[in-house]
Nanobody, 114 residues
Framework: VQLQASGGGLVQAGGFLRLSCKASGINFRLGTMGWYRQNSEAQRELVATISNGDSSTDYADFAKGRFTISRNHATRTTYLQMNNLKSDDTAVYYC????????WGQGTLVTVSS
């Protein structure tokens, strides 16, 4: 299983980014996909997940109203649209797949300058 995350970068507070995670080696349609994040001082925390069935979504409280997770089965890609970014959103963002175990991507760094 490979999860290739991209889209991170440096953005000013109030700006936006869209992260992408392309999956291979996994039955994408059957996996629950998610995004997690970790900064240097904290444990890895859930950002959002999207289910394999009805694509129902779940968000951490800090992500509600600002972040949107989505998935495209044709391209096997999971997205995280992040709007109104804050300095506290600075972290490495990891793509996650739940299918026959837990799988992680390599992470993409998001830096929000105030």
């Amino acid at each position: 299983v490979q999860l290739q995350a991209s889209g991170g970068g440096l953005v000013q507070a109030g700006g936006f980014l869209r992260l992408s995670c392309k999956a291979s080696g996994i039955n994408f349609r059957l996996g629950t996909m998610g995004w997690y994040r970790q900064n240097s001082e904290a444990q890895r925390e859930l950002v959002a997940t999207i289910s394999n069935g009805d694509s129902s979504t779940d968000y951490a409280d800090f992500a509600k109203g600002r972040f949107t997770i989505s998935r495209n089965h044709a391209t096997r890609t999971t997205y995280l649209q992040m709007n109104n970014l804050k300095s506290d959103d600075t972290a490495v963002y990891y793509c996650n797949a739940q299918y026959s175990g837990t799988h992680w991507g390599q992470g993409t760094l998001v830096t929000v300058s105030s």
